[in-house]
C-alpha cells in the first residue's frame, strides 16, 4: 500500500497528516512554522522533515512507504519561488538517503482542494488580505484578485480598516463627517486627534487591519460612515464571485469561505452572505468538506 503526507504550513506553524491510498489518517502532528520566504529555505526544509519523520516514527510505514509528499504553505504563489524550495528540499532528501515526490503548492491550492475533496468549486479568502480561488470540471485552477493591499484586497480586513482609518482621518479637520468610529478608536487605541494618528500609521506600524472590528461594530450601530465602508466590500466580494462564476462556467457554483473577515460570526460576514443567498441564486455557500492538510494529501497522490 502507498502511503502519502500532507502539509498545511504558515506564519506560525505548520500541520502535517499522514494517510493511505483511502484516505485513512494514521498520523496527525504540528510543526513550526512554513513560511519559506520569510525563514528561509533550510528552516523550512528541516521543519518539514521532521515532521516527516514524525510520521514514520510513529507508525508502521517506512520512509520508502511514502510515494508522495505535498507541503502548502504561505508565500508559494509563485512557481519560480515554490521551485526554489523544492530543490533545496530534494538535495536535503539526496543526502539523507531518502526519495519521495515532493511539491511546494499555496496555501490557498490545498485549501481548495479540501474543500470540495478535490473536485469542481472555489474558495473565497478575506481574511487580513482577500483573493479567489477556482477549479473547473477539467481541473483548470482560476484566480480572482489577490493583487495585494496596494492595489488589491478588495473586502479583506486590510482594506476595512484602512478605508475607517481615513474617515476618522477627514473627520478630524472636516473634510468628512464625524463618524462614532472616531471614539471607538481613541477608547481602544488612545488614538483622538491627527498627531497620534500619524505617528501610529508611519512610526509605530500600526496594525490596520486591527481596525476593521471596530468599523464593524459601528456600521452594527447604523454609523453612516461605517456602513457605506461595509456595503461597498461587500460589493467587492460579490464582484469576486461574480466574476468567478463566469470562470468556472458551472450552473451551480459551489463556494466555501475562508478567513475570519468573513468567517467569524459578524455584522459584515452575516450581511455578506445574506446578499448572496438573496441576489446570487446560482451561487451556494457550503462548509468545506476537508481540512486544507488533506487537500494536500489529495494533491500528493496526483503527483
Same mark, same amino acid.
Given at each position: 500500500m ?13 500541520k ?5 491510498? /483511502?484516505m ?8 513550526? $512554522?512554513?513560511?519559506?520566504?520569510m525563514?528561509?529555505?533550510q ?6 522533515l521532521?515532521?516527516?519523520?514524525q510520521s ?7 520512509s ?8 502548502? #504553505?504561505?508565500?508559494?504563489?509563485r ?8 530543490n ?14 515532493f ?5 490557498a491550492?490545498?485549501a481548495?482542494?479540501g ?12 481574511? #487580513? ?18 493583487f495585494?493591499?496596494?492595489i488589491?484586497?478588495?473586502g479583506?480586513g486590510? #482594506? ?13 479637520d ?12 481613541e477608547?481602544?487605541?488612545?488614538i483622538g ?5 500619524? #505617528?501610529?500609521i508611519?512610526? /509605530?506600524?500600526?496594525d490596520?487591519?486591527?481596525?476593521? $472590528?471596530?468599523v464593524?461594530?459601528a456600521?452594527?450601530?447604523n454609523?453612516?460612515i ?43 460576514a452575516?450581511k455578506?452572505?445574506?446578499k448572496?443567498?438573496?441576489?446570487l441564486? /446560482?451561487?451556494?455557500?457550503?462548509? $468545506?468538506?476537508?481540512? $486544507? ?11
Amino acid at each position: 500500500m502507498k502511503f502519502y503526507i500532507g502539509l498545511d504550513g504558515g506564519g506560525t506553524k505548520t500541520k502535517c497528516v499522514l494517510a493511505d491510498e /483511502n484516505m485513512h489518517v494514521l498520523f496527525e502532528t504540528q510543526g513550526g $512554522p512554513s513560511n519559506f520566504l520569510m525563514l528561509g529555505n533550510q528552516v523550512v526544509s528541516e521543519t518539514v522533515l521532521d515532521l516527516i519523520n514524525q510520521s514514520v516514527k510513529n507508525t508502521n510505514v517506512t520512509s520508502k512507504d511514502i510515494a508522495g509528499v505535498v507541503l502548502g #504553505t504561505t508565500g508559494a504563489g509563485r512557481r519560480t519561488d515554490a521551485e526554489v524550495l523544492e530543490n533545496y528540499f530534494s538535495d536535503l532528501l539526496n543526502r539523507k538517503k531518502m526519495k519521495f515526490n515532493f511539491r511546494i503548492e499555496s496555501d490557498a491550492r490545498i485549501a481548495l482542494e479540501g474543500a470540495f475533496s478535490g473536485k469542481p468549486g472555489s474558495i473565497l479568502i478575506a481574511g #487580513t488580505g482577500s483573493i479567489m480561488f477556482g477549479k473547473d470540471r477539467k481541473g483548470n485552477i482560476h484566480r480572482v484578485g489577490g493583487f495585494g493591499r496596494f492595489i488589491g484586497d478588495e473586502g479583506s480586513g486590510y #482594506t476595512i480598516g484602512r478605508l475607517g482609518l481615513q474617515a476618522v482621518a477627514k473627520s478630524f479637520d472636516g473634510r468628512g463627517s464625524k463618524t462614532l468610529l472616531s471614539n471607538l478608536i481613541e477608547e481602544k487605541f488612545n488614538i483622538g486627534d491627527p498627531s497620534a494618528l500619524i #505617528t501610529e500609521i508611519y512610526k /509605530n506600524k500600526f496594525d490596520i487591519a486591527s481596525v476593521t $472590528p471596530l468599523v464593524i461594530q459601528a456600521a452594527n450601530a447604523n454609523d453612516e460612515i461605517c456602513l457605506t465602508i461595509i456595503e461597498n466590500q461587500i460589493e467587492e466580494l460579490v464582484l469576486h464571485l461574480k466574476s468567478m462564476y463566469k470562470l468556472l462556467n458551472e450552473t451551480e457554483m459551489k463556494v466555501s469561505l475562508i478567513g475570519g473577515t468573513i468567517t467569524t460570526d459578524n455584522f459584515y460576514a452575516n450581511k455578506f452572505k445574506e446578499k448572496v443567498s438573496v441576489e446570487l441564486k /446560482n451561487i451556494k455557500l457550503t462548509e $468545506p468538506e476537508l481540512p $486544507p492538510a488533506l487537500g494536500a494529501v489529495l494533491m500528493a497522490m496526483n503527483l
